[in-house]
């Protein structure tokens, strides 16, 4: 639970795939992964030249911190948000702006007052890793007017399938106006994928152009391109089990508000606990009782859902805790 992956394994399909194509280990098959970017395309409604598959959505997302930003430029993003962003702007000798967020959402007016002609990137995290909140519908929409022509807006919705319909706008259909909008997905999360390390990216030509150059040996093995085509097949049946996910993710959130927990609501596979101090103590008080949950010291923690016993468990341990710190206090 200390990491946002999910519990469910690949379905059964899924995993005759994987087994046949890596029996065909010693060919080259299909290197750049045009028929999983066709597929992707397809699902879609997009053009197939429109879509970059990669090995996970961490490298792709490198991969555009490595061509659009460099030495002197930066990319605003909010804080806390996914921790890898400055990271991957600082392997890229470029810098960061973390906007804080505003009762732990994102602040899209400070975001687009922080943007300066040394802007390259803005990130929007959707839903955002670590606190599951999304910005809300027509919100991103208003915001693109707020940016300037030369700066990209990467959508990052890792966790976009266990958002309840409807209770933020689709990255893609900003896509489709706006050609500053490059949308990053994964089948790390809601497609039980996470260790084949498949993701993609869906931009137009003027963002993903110059990236081609660079993505030469940036690929999917076959057997993850197999799996990710097959994961396509059975949509219905994985966005079933995300719907399940974010039932219990609710249930959790209930039982802990209930507690007296402060939480907004999560669109996404995990649940936030804003907490200023207590962070390494709940950590350990969780470990110690044989759950391990990601502890973010000064911020907060983070549980992602698991099975429903996991999560019971979760909840009863942070009740105790409650209890203990109350009576140390
Ligand atoms: C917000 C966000 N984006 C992207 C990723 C990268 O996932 P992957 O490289 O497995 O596709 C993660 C992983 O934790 C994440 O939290």
Redesign the pocket.
């Known amino acids: 639970m200390a990491?946002?992956e999910t519990h469910h394994p690949p379905l059964p399909v899924v995993l005759d795939a994987v087994r046949e194509t890596a029996a065909q280990s010693h060919r080259t098959l299909d290197a750049l992964g045009t028929g999983l970017s066709k597929t992707i395309g397809e699902h879609l409604g997009v053009p197939q030249e429109d879509v970059m598959v990669g090995p996970?959505?961490?490298?792709l997302?490198q991969l555009l911190f490595s061509t659009l930003t460099g030495p002197g430029t930066h990319t605003v993003h909010a804080w806390p948000?996914?921790e890898?962003y400055p990271m991957m702007a600082g392997n890229a000798g470029s810098s960061v702006v973390r906007v804080p967020l505003t009762n732990e959402r994102h602040d899209l007016s400070a975001m687009a007052a922080a943007v300066t002609d040394e802007t390259r990137m803005v990130m929007v995290?959707n839903p955002?890793?670590p606190t599951g909140t999304v910005v809300g519908r027509g919100a991103l929409a208003k915001f693109l007017k707020l940016l300037p022509a030369h700066v990209t807006v990467i959508v990052?919705e890792?966790?976009v399938d266990f958002a309840d319909p409807g209770s933020t706008d689709d990255g893609i259909d900003l896509y489709r106006t706006d050609e500053r909008v490059c949308v990053?997905r994964?089948?790390?999360?809601s497609y039980s994928l996470?260790s084949l390390?498949?993701?993609y990216l869906v931009g137009h030509p003027a963002v993903l152009g110059p990236m081609r150059g660079h993505q030469l040996f940036l690929r999917v093995g076959a057997p993850a391109q197999a799996a990710a085509v097959a994961a396509l097949g059975v949509d219905a049946e994985i966005q079933e089990r995300c719907r399940e996910t974010a039932r219990e993710r609710d249930r959790l959130h209930s039982l802990l508000v209930a507690q007296g927990w402060t939480s907004a609501d999560s669109q996404a596979n995990f649940v936030w606990l804003p907490l200023d101090k207590g962070v390494e103590e709940l950590t350990q008080y969780c470990a110690d009782n044989g759950i391990m949950i990601c502890g973010k010291p000064g911020d907060g923690i983070r549980v992602t859902i698991a099975e429903r016993e996991a999560n019971d468990a979760f909840a009863a341990l942070a009740a105790d805790f409650r209890t203990r710190a109350a009576s140390w206090a």
């Open positions: 990491l946002n996970g959505s961490g490298a997302l948000s996914w890898a995290c955002n890793n990052d890792a966790y990053v994964t089948f790390s999360k996470l390390r498949v993701g």
